[in-house]
């Protein structure tokens, strides 16, 4: 058994900045969606194309779900079971080009770090040791419910002390976004996972961005002014 998420945080005064996992710093979605293909048919599904599931990253999560014909109830069974049979092709998971930097110069510069994902933690541990990204993070909470991510920001909040205005979540989905608002925290919306920019600006994020650079210039914005003012 893997050993329970540690939440102690460097002493820093800079944000905490509270990243998604697949979509948002692994390219699960490929993998993903040919796992999904795989066993759509034993679940009553249509399986889909890589040019569809393009068109579907412009939906919104729960539109999405919809022209799939998955309710919200198969939706967190379905997505278990993708989480489990992920778990034998991890090794085939590559990093979002580009992100290992982006990680290591917002760590340098201070910036504390957590992961909160909906996969499990011992997939995303395997995935951060094989690009030495493990020590850049200071906690794993893993095993979210697909839309139980605002009650779960809001108690990694509790553990590591630091006030929501101080934290940012950092997601490639609408309802990353969508939890990020409930949970009273500033969104950073990434465009290069599941949802791109048309969906993700549907949920009003502070800020939403196309590049890793991009990211790391939004987290030094929110640090030196906060969010920007809509």
Partial sequence: MAPPASHTLPDSDKPLLIFDFDGTLAQTLETGIAIYNEIAPDWGLRTVTMEEAQELRKLHTRALLDRLGVSRLMAVKLA??????????????????????????????GFRMGILSSN???NVRMF??????????????????????????????KQVKVPAAETMYVGDET?????????????????????GREAMLTEGPEFCVDTPSEMVAAARHFASHGPPVH
């Fill in 80 to 109: 278990a079971h993708i989480r489990r049979l992920l778990h034998e092709r991890m090794d085939q998971v590559k990093l979002i080009p580009n992100v290992s930097d982006a990680i290591r110069q917002l760590r340098e510069e």
């Fill in 120 to 122: 499990s933690a011992e």
């Fill in 175 to 195: 309802r990353d976004m969508e939890a990020s608002r409930k949970a009273g925290v500033c969104g950073l919306a990434v465009c290069w996972g599941a949802n």
């Fill in 128 to 157: 951060l040791q094989r690009y030495h990204l493990d020590e850049c993070f200071s906690f794993i909470e893993a095993g979210v419910s697909l839309f139980g991510k605002p009650h779960r920001i809001r108690n990694v909040l």
